[in-house]
């Protein structure tokens, strides 16, 4: 199912002109995207066909960004590892970028999204960032979009405003440089329900997005969305070469992480390589890394891999130190 598409108002910067003119324009655009069909076809729950359909295809200019950028296991900082110290008032969510250059030597970021909530709206504040990511040199891959509503929520009004909750985010990301924006599964009722129900929303958000060229990496956080087998029925479900998978180490819960990884590399563009706790060789405790990142290589994954540091035992500088060499280490018994 694909919706009308709407087209950008011209010279409003591909729908970005935030709070300073082409209001209606872009009311209009977001309302034609937003059309509810009459039906939502019924999935196939881990039907096996291939992708198909979509705006984007893998020769579009996101797409290729996104894989180019992220060639041979490319390390990028999530802001998720400082949660603690950004919670805390310790540190400025808009200096992420110097941080991660100055601080650690990486040059390519993921923003998280619940530390940017309060500037997302503000065109200034997310200029000054994108400045700030300028100057050092430092690319953003990925904007996570967090606690916007259900984009599979069973009622029809409320999944309808989850999407339209997710448009300042992805006119966000687009200023931010960002080809992609991450978002999550959640939906209600029986996994056929809830696959069905969240193909709808993801591909409505798609269409807008798409008119920014811009790219959806779901991630497999949420009861269904950590069974693998459903998150990848649900993708090609969708089957659109711009809606893709941003698996997280650390959201699996009880399903193998190790078989999920395998299940998602063809679909994937980025991962999250969550990390607690190191032993006395620097290996991570609860993930082989140097086996996981090897299926997820045999399966054609070539995206970026994102340092999510989320332990306690270390201060979080240090757990991003930690985490950053583990990687380095991996990869090159991996790639090279």
């Known amino acids: 199912m694909v919706v009308p598409s709407a087209r950008v108002p011209a010279g409003g910067g591909g729908g970005m002109s935030g709070h300073h003119g082409g209001h ?18 019924v999935p196939l729950l881990g039907r096996c066909a291939g992708l198909h359909g979509g705006r984007a295809d893998a020769a579009s200019p996101s797409a290729a960004v996104g894989i180019a950028a992220a060639a041979r296991l490319r390390i990028v900082l999530a802001q998720w590892s400082f949660q603690r ?13 110097r941080l991660a250059r100055r601080q650690f030597d990486i040059d390519a970021v993921a923003y998280g999204g619940p530390f940017l909530k309060a500037h997302v709206g503000d065109p200034d504040s997310i200029a000054d960032l994108a400045s700030r990511a300028s100057d050092e040199g430092v690319a953003g891959v990925v904007l996570t979009c967090e606690g916007l509503g259900r984009l599979g929520d069973p009622d029809d009004k409320a999944r309808t405003q989850a999407i339209e909750n997710h448009f300042p985010w992805v006119e966000a990301a687009k200023r ?35 008119q920014m060229d811009m790219t ?8 269904a969305a950590s069974d693998a087998t459903w998150l990848a029925g649900l993708l090609r479900h969708v089957g659109r070469a711009d809606v893709h998978a941003m698996p997280d180490t650390g959201a699996f819960g009880d399903y193998d992480r190790y078989r999920g990884m395998k299940e998602l590399a063809p679909l994937a563009r980025g991962l999250c390589a969550t990390c607690h706790e190191f032993d006395a060789e620097g290996g991570e405790v609860r993930t082989d890394y140097a086996r996981l990142l090897r299926i997820a290589t045999d399966g054609g994954f070539r995206g970026w891999v994102a340092i999510a540091y989320s332990g306690r035992a270390l201060p979080e500088p ?9 990687l380095e280490r991996v990869r090159h018994a991996v790639v090279d």
């Open 24 to 41: 209606a324009g872009r009311r209009s655009s977001r309302r034609a995207v937003l059309r509810t069909t009459t039906a939502l076809a």
């Open 85 to 97: 110290m950004l919670l805390a008032g310790e540190a400025d969510p808009l200096d992420f970028p």
């Open 176 to 210: 931010l440089g960002c080809p992609a924006v991450r978002v999550e599964a959640g939906s209600a009722g029986t996994p056929d329900e809830q696959q069905r129900l969240v193909a709808d929303g993801l591909i409505r958000l798609a269409e807008y997005a798409a």
């Open 216 to 223: 959806l990496l779901v991630s497999n956080h949420g009861t």
């Open 318 to 326: 240090e757990g991003v130190r930690a985490t950053k060499r583990m």
